[in-house]
């Protein structure tokens, strides 16, 4: 059921409404979410205020103006958003960070292992009540963030779901 709810969601949108931003300039993406696009927030709605695109030539829906977002649905509902740079965290944690730094920064995170012999990353989850990050990571530097729902991203990192 969640690789049927999930399958096609999460995308590196592409297209004029994109912004082009300066290298370093970060936009947020605190554990509610971005601006624009809450977790929780149903893609009707979404798509309602304009925030969430079906038409751009991708593997999913899109978040208009964020071509560094993928957004994550499971059951309609927005749960986790994909980033990529130059997105961070209200901390300043960005693709990019040295783990050192993401560690001193959530101490509590807990570590996960990717499975042997796969290809994917280890991982760091900074839990707090229902929402985490979790950051991906080659053992030196965070390679990707994922941020939502706790239980989806706990759940994404175990079985292994890329954006698309």
Sequence with gaps: MAAASIAGSGVRPQGPD??????????????DGLRNAEFGATEEEL???????????????????????????VDER?????LDDPMSTPEGISVGTPVAEVRATYPSAAELAAPQGTYRFDGLLA??????????????????????????????FEEGYGPC
């Design 78 to 82: 927005l749960v986790l958003l994909w």
């Design 127 to 156: 839990r707090d009540g229902d929402r985490a990050y979790l950051f991906l990571h080659d053992g030196t530097t965070v390679r990707k963030i994922i941020a939502g729902y706790a239980e989806w991203a706990r759940r994404f």
């Design 47 to 73: 798509t309602r205020r304009g925030v969430l695109r079906t038409d751009v030539d991708a593997c999913g829906p899109t978040l208009a103006g964020h071509g560094s977002v993928s957004p994550v649905f």
């Design 18 to 31: 994109v912004a082009a931003r300066p290298v370093g300039a970060a936009e947020v993406v605190s554990l």
